[in-house]
């Protein structure tokens, strides 16, 4: 057996308790809480050493950012640990019933998944909130975080784990890949044996290996090419205003959009105030031929390539479309099945436009940035799934559970 | 591209037009019923050239009894395509919503999948079948059936796309790949720019080449180790005819059992009860050292390996077991998760083992050959899914759909 082998069997045995474990979840949350608090100044002294050798390797302030643990972040992770803590159990829910004919009485309850593999980059805080989650759904968790954060990652983990035991559930219900190697990331997409279920955090380069090389169920999350339309009807400063918001409140998270497309009818009239509001953040507009001639040569020509990546910064690729079939073909072509938005004032056209874009959340006249689970009411989000099995869009806790049949009867045969 | 990418990006253009499509759906269904119908003659013309070439390659009778169509079976198919016309629409329900404090109204609604694959060995029914729950669930479904069936699907796709042509839909709503190479099947498998969900439908060894090959979201079905547990205090009359029923009314199907435990305090009362039942269908045994004691040397050893395979036949496997819980952790060690029963009169037995036994579906005092969507009140089903992700269980039309977030504002930012 290799070393992944081994943690994907102690993680199903510690699964078989935990399906059942009930409120002794919640006690094992509240010991992590407390553990990460008591154990602030060790963690923090691992995270010196991740922020020391991130220095060396030449990290991006913005990353070593990311990276970076206080006395602050700590509390906010152990704050985060006893929000999923207070949450009502996800697990043993009755969804439906019936009796049938014969007699047999049928219910669907949810389940725990098992165990849940989670890969993720950069921040040492997934390591405690991802794992409350997976806890919290009833299953063994095996997180794999990136090399950058390793000491800080161990370190929580450690606390983790002996919290997890002090309660009296196996201290397996939680493990962390310390080989942070490529070999072990692809180990651990195979694990079939083991994994119920594969959740990659991370940037489209993640997401596209974990396509490649997955041999185990996977929960798609995070790329977001996300766009505004702007209607023929549209309330043109409402225009201006969310998408100023859409790309300029946080650029770098998936909800944040990469491409504006103006109907030509109002593009004389909207694509000025837009770069105005835009103007406000110095937002680098990649444009049309069209969106060009209203604009001039401050905006870069767009490529074909602009309409397809998510550049995560300040920068906004904008097309000047016939109509709204048009903007429909656009986002058929180009989306992630993310989030889009429409701004319009014609029921009919809001109407089209919610029926026939095809991703996880699809607006009207509000900003993209809505797709979270917090602000859709889930609570504590795992990650935004971009693909259309199990769960689409954001996931919490009931999006981390399965389901069984219990079916009771008195002989029946068939 | 290669055909199978034309056939996707075909198929991908088709499903916008499904998403759509409303009683449309219906309308095609009802003119592939009636052309299955008319067409009989030229599908079973079909069908005699694979009758032919399977008899050549030695194909044995019951495989050839599968792959048989005549007027009876025809009419069947056309009749299935009929039920799934008349079942509710999947698609456009709300499944929940609500208005946040900021003014955003949220729902949720079953949206289709988009385009599904299904790769599938032996019976030609299967063609209209998938097809047609795929079509009314909104989805475009690119087929794939054994190469023993090929003149016979192809056939029945042909008749299918005309009669989806003649309402107005697109032709492509439903395609058939006509390369029967295991190249081919990988290459579905992989065709992750157009393919929202993979379903295999098919032995142990197709799903093997799945769970290695695809690199699109897949739904796993079919493969049922599946157990009966005779505990301590069951009514022992009720055990034997409980496992002649899961054993024998169908054994090659994936709800018939395949091993029975039986608690060591009954085993000396149950085991030759067992046997008389068994006896009328010379049901062959092979049992454990102790149920070799009791039931003699008519029971074959029992190997490691009888333990973990699908017999789906007339074999059954046996083990004495010292209690419930070892009961409870052979059936974690062995069980595929798809149906297993206690036999018991003990209240808290019954509870436990619903409560600890993680498969799809879970059963106290029946046989396990009720996990079949019809009888659980789905509809026509599409497959029993094994994993634990989206659909576990039988699947229906519902197990089909999507969902997305509709998102209405007028103006809101974050």
Sequence with gaps: MTVLEQMGANAKQAARVLMNAGSKKDEALLAIAKALRDN????????????????????????????????????????????????????????????????????????????IGIIYEARPNVTSDAAALCLKAGSAVILRGGKEAIHSNTAIMDVMRDAIASVGLPRDCAALVTDTTRQSATELMQLSDYLDVLIPRGGAGLIKSVVENAKVPVIETGVGNCHVYVDESADIAMAAEIIFNAKTSRPSVCNAIETV????????????????????????????????????????????????????????????????????????????????????????????????????????????????????????????????????????LNELTSMKFIIRGNGQIR
């Design 40 to 115: 602030a100044q060790a963690i923090i002294a691992a995270n010196k050493i991740d922020l020391d050798n991130g220095r060396a390797a030449g990290l991006t302030d913005s990353l070593l950012d990311r990276l970076k643990l206080d006395d602050g972040r700590i509390e906010g992770m152990a704050q985060g640990v006893e929000q999923v803590a207070s949450q009502p159990d996800p697990i043993g829910k009755i969804i439906e019933g019936r009796t049938l004919k014969n007699g047999l009485m049928i219910e669907k309850i949810t389940v725990p998944m098992g165990v």
């Design 261 to 396: 497309l103006v109907h030509q009818a109002v593009a004389e009239k909207a694509l000025p105030a837009i770069k105005a509001a835009l103007d406000k953040k110095h937002v680098e507009i990649r444009g049309c031929d069209k969106t060009r001639a209203i604009l001039g040569d401050c905006v870069v020509p767009a490529t074909e390539n602009d309409y397809a990546v998510e550049f995560l910064d300040y920068i906004l690729a904008v097309k000047v479309v016939d109509s709204l079939d048009d903007a429909l073909d656009h986002i058929a072509k180009y989306s992630t099945g993310h989030s889009e938005s429409i701004i319009t004032n014609d029921y009919n056209a809001a109407n089209k436009f919610t029926s026939c874009v095809d991703s996880a959340a699809v607006y009207v006249n509000a900003s993209t940035r809505f797709t979270d689970g917090g602000e859709f009411g889930l609570g504590a989000e795992i990650g935004i799934s971009t693909q259309k099995l199990h769960a689409r869009g954001p996931m919490g």
